[in-house]
């Protein structure tokens, strides 16, 4: 299952640059993943300084 971005992002962009296979794009007001690119890696995950981002 890709990861989500809920509503705690503040498009700090630290996920985009720690995206393998880069998954992950500034959308309106948030980033957003990719579900189809992500391999669920979790590395966005571990990056985020406000914890956004979970598994689906």
């Given at each position: 299952?890709?990861?989500v ?17 880069g ?33 689906a």
């Amino acid at each position: 299952m890709a990861r989500v971005i809920s509503d705690a992002c503040v498009s700090c962009g630290t996920c985009e640059g720690e995206c393998p296979v880069g998954a992950i794009s500034q959308g309106d007001g948030q980033y957003v993943v990719d579900a189809d690119t992500c391999i669920d890696c979790g590395a966005c995950e571990a990056a985020c300084p406000t914890g956004a981002i979970s598994e689906a």
